[in-house]
């Protein structure tokens, strides 16, 4: 079955450095992989969306890389700060508008200053 | 700004009611989605639709079914609650594009417990 795999532990980093997170999946050929945030108590909210074909993807301090190879989304905060501290989930989805959407568990992000 | 609303933030049901979690979304998107979110397993998609009167399951539909009688408003049902039904259900909708999958724009969620 399709299963999405993201960092299962939670990521402490020190504010002002790079913080790296991993999505890898199996059993999918995805059209697309998407990014969300999501802060306690609230639902996700979208980031950015990397296509099949594209290698990178950037905005503001974001990055994401995507490696259809090696079946593995990164994603990059660059100079990171305590306000980027949230749980990031990584999603794909398909060829069709009416393809379904599926999410990884999450990785929870931690800023400290 | 697209805005997608749950109609309650908290609920509790006892074992066995029916319950009705109903959202809505005011940008004339065609899909709509029902995920439910409990920890260590991430959101796992119960339903979708793709249009008015059109439902798909996602990979949990059991002990669930749907309804989307106008574009703007979908809902999910639990015909019988059950105590492992107890978690955190989100509702989103996404626009076609002609091109694949559009963002997922999410309400913010019905926490339901049931007794």
Known sequence: SQKIEQNSEALNIQEGKTATLTCNYTNYSPAYLQWYRQDPGRGPVFLLLIRENEKEKRKERLKVTFDTTLKQSLFHI?????????????ALGGYSSASKIIFGSGTRLSIRP | ????????????????????????????????????????????????????????????????????????????????ASTNQTSMYLCASSPHTGQGNSPLHFGNGTRLTVT
């Open chain 1, 78 to 90: 660059t100079a990171s700060q305590p306000a980027d501290s949230a749980t990031y989930l990584c």
């Open chain 2, 1 to 80: 700004d697209v805005k997608v609303t749950q109609s309650s933030r908290y609920l509790v049901k006892r074992t066995g009611e029916k319950v009705f979690l109903e959202c809505v979304q005011d940008m004339d998107h065609e899909n709509m989605f029902w995920y439910r979110q409990d920890p260590g397993l991430g959101l796992r998609l119960i339903y979708f639709s793709y249009d008015v009167k059109m439902k798909e399951k996602g990979d949990i539909p059991e002990g669930y079914s749907v309804s989307r009688e106008k574009k703007e408003r979908f809902s999910l049902i639990l015909e019988s």
